[in-house]
Nanobody
């Protein structure tokens, strides 16, 4: 499966952005996750959604501010980011896995190229 993330940009603190992840196929029941990597830091989990879209889970740092959703008819997963903070600045990646419930980078087999989100204070 191939993934392509888009929608990043520059936004002021408190603002919103919506990221999109185009997925080449949905028939293989891949769960999709969003991760982010800030300069000098390790890549970290942000949110994930089941292949059906019925189940989601989030990192504590974004819970209540970010919402993950998917439209399988359009083969797209979204990450709506509200109340953005400067510490949300990072390159955001979407990734696919067949296993449910992991926060680990190593458990996601397929990765998109990343999109940069910059939040100014």
């Amino acid at each position: 499966v191939q993934l392509q993330a888009s929608g990043g940009g520059l936004v002021q603190a408190g603002g919103s952005l919506r990221l999109s992840c185009a997925v080449s196929e949905t028939r293989s029941n891949y769960h999709i996750g969003w991760f982010r990597q800030a300069p000098g830091k390790e890549r970290e989990f942000v949110a994930a959604i089941s292949w059906s879209g019925d189940y989601t889970y989030y990192a504590d740092s974004v819970k209540g501010r970010f919402t993950i959703s998917r439209d399988n008819a359009k083969n797209t997963v979204f990450l709506q980011m509200n109340s953005l903070k400067p510490e949300d600045t990072a390159v955001y990646y979407c990734a696919a896995t067949t296993g449910w419930g992991s926060h680990n980078v190593a458990d996601f087999r397929f990765w998109g190229q990343g999109t940069l989100v910059t939040v100014s204070s």
